[in-house]
């Protein structure tokens, strides 16, 4: 079946660190890829997206690149802030017959010191 | 415009007793879907309305979780004879129709089954 693992946290890292989280996922078709972002206190926002391989998803200074010959979509940011403390969650939508039905990984707490 | 919201943000009730939980979506989505966020399982798809077709119950746990969509607008989680395997955060997401539309998720109603 299609699911997503991503990697068990929590992340704890200084203020300019580099980040990378990684994901991986199992689908039998051409899934599109998903990151959303969960801050403190607040609900599931959707913070990039790839829909075909090869495409980088970038927003905020994250960046991940679909790669169909790893099934991964890791997250990346150079540089990351206080601000960016949150859990992370990586999702496919693997269309046809589960097109809609979001399947999560199991989430990725990441907290930034200064 | 507005998000999509939910009611009641926390919800406590005891063994047995049914609950409601309302999703109004974004003005103009025909689509919406209803996820769980637990401890133990993370984020599940529960159920997917798409325009006037039958909904995807695909991911509702047991015969006591129901769904209803009026008007093609506000839907409605129903609960019956609640367990406290039940408690969670349900949240609801809306999103145009078509493939690849990204989801946008309310803030979720928090359930506590005593």
């Known amino acids: 079946g299609n699911s997503v693992t991503q990697m068990e946290g929590p992340v704890t890292l200084s203020e300019e660190a580099f980040l990378t989280i990684n994901c991986t996922y199992t689908?039998?078709?051409?899934?599109?890829l998903f990151w959303y972002v969960q801050y403190p206190g607040e609900g599931l926002q959707l913070l990039l997206k790839?829909?075909?391989?090869?495409d980088k998803g970038s927003n905020k200074g994250f960046e991940a690149t679909y790669r169909k010959e790893t099934t991964s979509f890791h997250l990346e940011k150079g540089s990351v802030q206080v601000s960016d403390s949150a859990v992370y969650f990586c999702?496919?939508?693997?269309?046809?017959?589960?097109?809609?039905?979001?399947?999560f990984g199991q989430g990725t707490i990441l907290t930034v010191h200064p | 415009g507005a998000g999509v919201s939910q009611s009641p943000s926390n919800k406590v009730t005891e063994k047995g007793k049914d609950v409601e939980l309302r999703c109004d979506p974004i003005?103009?989505?025909?689509?919406l879907y209803w996820y769980r966020q637990s401890l133990g399982q993370g984020l599940e798809f529960l159920i997917y309305?798409?325009?006037?077709?039958?909904?995807?119950k695909s991911g509702l746990p047991s015969d006591r979780f129901s769904a209803e969509r009026t008007g093609g607008s506000v839907s409605t989680l129903t609960i019956q004879r609640t367990q406290q395997e039940d408690s969670a955060v349900y949240l609801c997401?809306?999103?145009?129709?078509?493939?690849?539309?990204?989801?946008?998720f309310g803030p979720g109603t928090r359930l506590l089954v005593l």
């Open positions: 309305f798409q325009g006037n077709s039958a909904p995807d």
């Open positions: 790839a829909t075909k391989a090869d």
């Open positions: 689908a039998t078709g051409y899934p599109s």
């Open positions: 003005s103009g989505h025909t689509a």
């Open positions: 997401a809306s999103s145009l129709a078509g493939v690849q539309e990204t989801q946008y």
């Open positions: 999702a496919q939508d693997a269309g046809g017959t589960s097109y809609g039905k979001l399947t």
